[in-house]
C-alpha cells in the first residue's frame, strides 16, 4: 500500500512540473504603431494625378530577446505591403514597416479603416511560438470626392460653328446659333453638383490687323446663355439645347471675329469662372476642374487664317511694343485659332497696364 501511494505521488509531481514548466514558457509579442506619414487624403480622380498615402508601422520589441514578427495587413483597396516576408527585431529595439495604400477609381468617398496585425513566430532565434498574441494598430483614411463631366455634341443649328479647330464661318445679323449636347456626370459619390456655364469673347481688328481690341459683347449678341445645372446623378447623362443670338447690324469694314465659350465642370468651378473679371485666366490655369468647348463666327471681308502648328512654336510679334511672345502650341492639341487671337489681346493689354 505505501508503495503505490509513493507511484501515485511521483507521477502528481511530474504532471505539476510540466504544467509549472508549460505555464512559464514566455509569450513574446511587440507593441505596434501606425501613421499616415504626410496624412495624405486618398484621391483616385480619372483625370487628375493619383493620391496615395504612405503608412508607417513601428514594430517595438520590449522583449531582451531577439523575435521574428510575422505581418499582416487588412484594406480591401490597393497597396504594396509585403506579406510574404518575416521581420525581425532585435531585443529592446524597433523597426519600421513602410508601405502604400490607394485605391481605384469606383471606391466610393468617405473613411475606410485599415489595420496592420504583428505576430510573434519565433523567439530568441530559436524557439517557435505557436501561442502568441497578435497585436495590431488601426487607422481611418479619407478617400477624397471626385465628379467629372463630359459634354458631347450632338447637333448644331448651322454647321462649321462649333466644334472646330478655328473659325471659319461668316456670321449672319440677327441669326440664333444653337448648340444640342448631352452632358454625362461621373463620380465616386451620390451629391455630384454639375454645370455649364456660357460666355463669350468679341475680339475687333483696327486698320488693316495693325491692331485689336475687346468689343463689349452686347453690341453684337443679343444675350448669353443662363448657366445650365444638369440633373443627373453618377453615371447619368442629360440633354442640354442653348442658342447665342446675335444682334441685327450693319456691314462693317473691319473684321469682327465672336468667340461662343461653353464652359463645364462642377458647378462651384464653374460659377467661379463666370463671375471672374477675366474667364480666360481660368482656360490657361484651370487645370483638370472645368472643361471648355468652343464655336465662332467671323464678321468683315474674310475669314481668319491663323492655324496652330503642331508642337511648333509660334512667334508673334504684338503692334503694341514689339516685343517677341513664344507660344508653344502642345502636340495633338487643337485649338481654335481665335484663342490665339484672345491671347494676343490679353498681353497685349497687360504689357500695356505694366
Given at each position: 500500500?505505501?508503495?503505490?501511494?509513493?507511484?501515485?505521488?511521483?507521477?502528481?509531481?511530474?504532471?505539476l512540473s510540466a504544467s509549472s514548466v508549460a505555464q512559464s514558457e514566455p509569450q513574446p509579442e511587440v507593441d505596434v504603431d501606425c501613421v499616415n506619414v504626410y496624412e495624405a487624403?486618398?484621391?483616385?480622380?480619372?483625370?487628375?494625378?493619383?493620391?496615395?498615402?504612405?503608412?508607417?508601422?513601428?514594430?517595438?520589441?520590449?522583449n531582451a530577446y531577439q523575435v521574428e514578427v510575422e505581418t499582416n495587413?487588412?484594406?480591401?483597396?490597393?497597396?504594396?505591403?509585403?506579406?510574404?516576408?518575416?521581420?525581425?527585431?532585435?531585443?529592446?529595439?524597433?523597426?519600421?514597416?513602410?508601405?502604400?495604400?490607394?485605391?481605384?477609381?469606383?471606391?466610393?468617398?468617405?473613411?475606410?479603416?485599415?489595420?496592420?496585425?504583428?505576430?510573434?513566430?519565433q523567439y530568441a532565434g530559436i524557439r517557435e511560438c505557436t501561442d502568441c498574441e497578435t497585436t495590431s494598430s488601426s487607422l481611418d483614411l479619407t478617400i477624397l470626392e471626385w465628379t467629372t463631366v463630359d459634354l458631347q455634341q450632338t447637333s448644331q443649328s448651322?454647321?462649321?460653328?462649333?466644334?472646330?479647330?478655328?473659325?471659319?464661318?461668316?456670321?449672319?445679323?440677327?441669326?440664333?446659333?444653337?448648340?444640342?449636347?448631352?452632358?454625362?456626370?461621373?463620380?465616386?459619390?451620390?451629391?455630384?453638383?454639375?454645370?455649364?456655364?456660357?460666355?463669350?469673347?468679341?475680339?475687333?481688328?483696327?486698320?488693316?490687323?495693325?491692331?485689336?481690341r475687346i468689343v463689349d459683347n452686347e453690341e453684337f449678341?443679343?444675350?448669353?446663355?443662363?448657366?445650365?445645372?444638369?440633373?443627373?446623378?453618377?453615371?447619368?447623362?442629360?440633354?442640354?439645347?442653348?442658342?447665342?443670338?446675335?444682334?441685327?447690324?450693319?456691314?462693317?469694314?473691319?473684321?469682327?471675329?465672336?468667340?461662343?465659350?461653353v464652359v463645364y465642370g462642377e458647378e462651384y468651378y464653374v460659377t467661379d469662372a463666370l463671375q471672374s473679371a477675366d474667364i480666360w485666366e481660368y482656360y490657361w490655369d484651370g487645370g483638370d476642374m472645368l472643361k471648355f468647348y468652343f464655336g465662332g463666327c467671323y464678321i468683315g471681308p474674310e475669314a481668319m487664317e491663323y492655324e496652330y502648328e503642331e508642337g511648333s512654336p509660334i512667334i508673334i510679334e504684338t503692334s503694341s511694343d514689339n516685343s517677341l511672345i513664344y507660344l508653344i502650341a502642345g502636340v495633338g492639341i487643337a485649338l481654335t485659332a481665335s484663342l490665339l487671337v484672345v491671347l494676343i489681346v490679353i498681353l497685349v493689354r497687360r504689357s500695356g497696364n505694366n
Open positions: 500500500m505505501r508503495g503505490l501511494l509513493v507511484v501515485i505521488s511521483i507521477l502528481l509531481l511530474s504532471v487624403e486618398l484621391r483616385a480622380h480619372p483625370e487628375q494625378y493619383e493620391i496615395r498615402a504612405g503608412i508607417e508601422c513601428i514594430l517595438n520589441n520590449q495587413l487588412e484594406w480591401i483597396y490597393s497597396e504594396d505591403h509585403d506579406e510574404d516576408s518575416t521581420v525581425t527585431v532585435n531585443g529592446n529595439s524597433e523597426i519600421a514597416v513602410r508601405f502604400y495604400l490607394w485605391v481605384t477609381e469606383d471606391a466610393p468617398a468617405g473613411i475606410e479603416g485599415m489595420t496592420f496585425e504583428a505576430t510573434v513566430i448651322h454647321q462649321g460653328i462649333f466644334g472646330g479647330d478655328w473659325v471659319s464661318e461668316p456670321c449672319s445679323s440677327g441669326v440664333e446659333y444653337g448648340l444640342n449636347a448631352t452632358v454625362t456626370v461621373q463620380a465616386n459619390h451620390q451629391n455630384a453638383n454639375a454645370a455649364v456655364g456660357f460666355s463669350a469673347t468679341v475680339v475687333q481688328y483696327i486698320d488693316e490687323r495693325e491692331d485689336v449678341i443679343s444675350k448669353i446663355p443662363d448657366m445650365i445645372r444638369i440633373d443627373a446623378g453618377p453615371g447619368e447623362s442629360s440633354d442640354i439645347s442653348i442658342a447665342f443670338p446675335l444682334q441685327e447690324y450693319e456691314s462693317l469694314s473691319d473684321e469682327i471675329v465672336i468667340i461662343f465659350i
